[in-house]
Nanobody, 126 residues
């Protein structure tokens, strides 16, 4: 069974940086996709970054150039480095996983991911 446990997050000033980590267990597949989804109050979930088993990454336009997703296979952890934070980055961030490709049927979307962590809050003040 896949378990995803987020840590990190917290509060930062606009322009600051934060790191998110996710401990991944039970993902016993040779190919997979890991990612981060966020949800702000009153909005839909947004897929912000993914990385697959070949270390290929993809980002939403809203975070491209500011966020970096990496994985440490030896430690079974997923990371999200968030730089140049903006107040609109304020959200609950979820670690997500799937055994499918990141763009299943050529669609890069939240519904591709069947495994979710509990989430960690990120708050950016202006």
């Amino acid at each position: 069974q896949v378990h995803l446990t987020e840590s990190g997050g917290g509060s930062a000033q606009s322009g600051g940086s934060l790191n998110l980590d996710c401990e991944v267990s039970g993902l016993m597949y040779s190919s997979f996709c890991l990612g981060w989804v966020r949800q702000s109050t009153g909005t839909e979930h947004e897929l912000v970054a993914t990385i697959d088993s070949n270390d290929a990454t993809k980002y939403s336009d809203s975070v491209k150039g500011r966020f970096a997703i990496t994985q440490d296979n030896a430690k079974n952890t997923l990371h999200l480095r968030m730089n140049s934070l903006k107040p609109e980055d304020t959200a609950m961030y979820y670690c997500v996983a799937t055994r499918m490709t990141c763009d299943y049927y050529y669609l890069w979307q939240v519904s591709n991911f069947g495994h979710w962590g509990q989430g960690t809050q990120v708050t950016v003040s202006s």
